[in-house]
């Protein structure tokens, strides 16, 4: 079993609100994965706009400038 910050049972919930019927134990286990890397890559480059403002604090405007840049890669 892995160490990770999201549970399976909300990952769960979230296939199903997508409109899933049934899904798969792996299938969860996946998104959880990507999920997490995405998590991961938005929280480090937050962290570096932060830094850069000379701010320790991560704000919204970080999380969603992060976003953007993810998205766009």
Known sequence: MTNSEFGLAALYRVL???G???VGDEA???L????EQIAESIAKQ???LA????R???KTEDIKLAT???LKN
């Open 16 to 18: 199903k609100k997508s």
């Open 20 to 22: 899933a019927n049934r």
């Open 28 to 30: 969860v286990e996946e």
């Open 32 to 35: 959880r994965e990507s999920i």
């Open 46 to 48: 937050s962290v570096e």
């Open 51 to 54: 830094q850069h403002a000379g």
């Open 56 to 58: 320790k604090t991560i």
């Open 68 to 70: 953007k840049m993810f």
